[in-house]
């Protein structure tokens, strides 16, 4: 090859490179699924439009750290999961699966969500102490303030799913 060619060549690829490099990024996006009248797919601004929700809770540190976001609960019954007074018999064998981007996931029954059978607020958190989370722990995390570990403050979660056992 000439010269001329490993130029060109190499032209195009910065081209390319460029061109890819300056397509925006979508936003990122939680995905709540399964047992659901409607699909979800709500980035921070969507969740902003949602009942808000704030809470202090213990950090694995146990530091005293200020939450915010959306109540686990409101997200379900924005996407028609069955609650409230229709949470009985098949409907409380019901579980929600929340699953991070690196594979990790934790289990939830209904009852555990649903303010008619429980004091706990599990809330799907977009900021902690007034800010965005940090890279690692965001855009989205799972904060269960009454769980004595932070097993199930899934980090970085992608999907939430509504099953009933098979």
Avoid: C
């Avoid at 081209?15 to 699909?39: C, F, N, R, W, Y």
């Avoid at 690692?136 to 995390?141: L, N, Q, S, V």
């Amino acid at each position: 090859m000439t010269k001329v060619a490993y130029f060109s060549l190499a032209l195009i690829a910065v081209m390319v490179v460029s061109s890819v490099a300056a397509q925006p990024t979508a936003a990122p996006a939680l995905i709540v699924d399964g047992e659901v009248e409607k699909t979800l797919k709500l980035s921070i601004p969507a969740l902003q439009k949602l009942k808000q929700t704030e809470l202090t809770a213990k950090d694995h540190g146990g530091h005293p750290r200020l939450y915010n976001g959306v109540a686990l609960f409101d997200i379900l019954k924005e996407a028609g999961v069955t609650l409230g007074s229709q949470l009985r018999g098949k409907n409380l064998l019901k579980y929600v699966t929340v699953k991070a981007i690196d594979g990790y996931e934790v289990i939830f029954s209904l009852p555990e969500i649903d303010p008619e059978f429980t004091t706990q607020t599990i809330l799907v958190a977009y900021e902690e102490d007034g800010k965005p989370l940090l890279e690692g722990d965001g855009p989205f995390r799972i904060v269960v303030p009454n769980d004595k570990k932070h097993a199930r403050w899934i980090r970085d979660i992608t999907t939430i799913t509504v099953a009933l056992p098979k």
